[in-house]
Nanobody, 127 residues
Framework: QVQLVESGGGLVQAGGSLRLSCAAS????????MGWFRQAPGKEREFVAA????????YYADSVKGRFTISRNNAKNTMYLQMNSLKPEDTAVYYC????????????????????WGQGTQVTVSS
């Protein structure tokens, strides 16, 4: 069982930055591919970014490409999402998620692929 805990959300003005963290309890964190998803009020949850367990492969939704950066520190069992140039449309609850894989450079943007989810952290961007 893997427990995921997000932190770092908050209120920020448009154009500002936030860094989200996702701390994992897994003893073998380095064998879990990870991802960030978000859900805005009244909308479906959507993919934001993904990273392989090696950290060498990343993938972004078009809406955040060039503004957000996903990374991980396997020694600290933690994944990050650096969010720059934030827009009001980035307002959502952000969730981190994980799934185990033997392939070091594998990741997924498919929500159904993920087995473990955090509780979410609210990000609000004011205009």
């Amino acid at each position: 069982q893997v427990q995921l805990v997000e932190s770092g959300g908050g209120l920020v003005q448009a154009g500002g930055s936030l860094r989200l963290s996702c701390a994992a309890s897994a003893r073998t964190f380095s064998r879990y591919a990870m991802g960030w998803f978000r859900q805005a009020p009244g909308k479906e949850r959507e993919f934001v970014a993904a990273i392989s367990w090696s950290g060498r492969s990343t993938y972004y939704a078009d809406s955040v490409k060039g503004r957000f950066t996903i990374s991980r520190n396997n020694a600290k069992n933690t994944m990050y999402l650096q969010m720059n140039s934030l827009k009001p449309e980035d307002t959502a609850v952000y969730y981190c998620a994980a799934f185990a894989t033997p392939v070091p450079n594998f990741y997924s943007h498919y929500e159904g692929r993920y087995d473990y989810w955090g509780q979410g952290t609210q990000v609000t961007v004011s205009s």
